[in-house]
């Protein structure tokens, strides 16, 4: 069974004109780009433009004392205008103070409700443990997606879509959905990092949970200004084979969130076969950078099984470009890291969620592939 469906995969070596892809050179040349664009056009959309001329950070604060003293915070507001308006993105950032300058960072992609990622740290959740993020000697950065587009359907008048959609003419099917606007907003975070003498911004893992997952998938995939990818438990639409896939199926995801992605992806529901992609290429756009992906083993919804498959196929990209992928081709058991390779992989026990054991686990990855190479 798992054969068969190995075996009706896409290849990611394969150009479109017939093409084997077999250099680094034509990988970057032509397929990468080649694939990207396919992704655009079929599953997440379009961005209608990259970083707005007119994007302002601006400084909102800046303190010390954090954290028993060992971080400091700095709020920033990406300040940004379009034809349909304005809006504001609001990012954390906190700095360990001893570690030495500049620093690498995690940027998490917040989906959840403020009390899950406080910038105040009054309420401390396993889903965003900046303390120990700072103990390890990165910094914590963290933005709301709802700041970039709110998380409704409500045909894509608010957040970016409404601020820089071409104003008065029909939206294109492969117009930019909500989890394409997400990811836009993330490389947008990526610009103020560069910005940040404090930060390493060479040394970037950018980190979502499930729609955020597949979102920071998706960034990564696209802005290679990010060293790292994480994906935790993104499923569907995000590190999960769509073909054969279990749990939640493009049907279900495109009725459920009929916003998530563009019009033409909803053309695939019940043929996922007759995707020219599928998200192993996805991962394999972030190579030869760090990709991350995690499961939880009771995560059926997402499919565990589906998303190490993903890893195991988007290997050969990896072994084109001098590395390995992930290392292994059957799934390891649970709370057993993958580290030895330059994806990283593990199936947590138990749930659906973001968790402190997730974020260690990362951070293991990112002190032996990220951290040594500074
Ligand atoms: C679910 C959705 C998943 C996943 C999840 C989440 O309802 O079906 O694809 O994105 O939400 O974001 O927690």
Redesign the pocket.
Known sequence: MENNRRAALPDPLLASDGTRIQTPEQWAGIRRSEIVELFRKHVYGRAPLDRPENMKFVAVEESTGWMEGKAMRKTVDIVMEGPGGSGVIRLYLFVPTEARRPVPTFLLIC?RRAENADPDRQVLSQFWPAEQIVERGYAAAMFNLKDVDPDKYDGFKDGVHGIFDPQDVPRPPDAWGTLGAWAWGASRAMDYFETDPDIDHTGVGVVG????G?TALWCGAQDERFAMTVSN??????AAISRGKQG?TLQ??NT??PHWFCENFKSYNGREEELPVDQHMLLSLVAPRLLYVASASEDT??DPASEFLACVEAGPVYRLLGLEGVGASTMPEPDSPLHQGSIGYHVRTGK?NLTEYDWHRFMDFADRHMKARA
Do not use: L, T, V
């Not at 438990?233 to 995000?238: H, K, Q, T, V």
């Open positions: 989906n949970q499930s729609r955020g597949k438990d993104s499923g569907c639409g995000g939640e279900n995801i459920s969130f919804w997402a659906h």
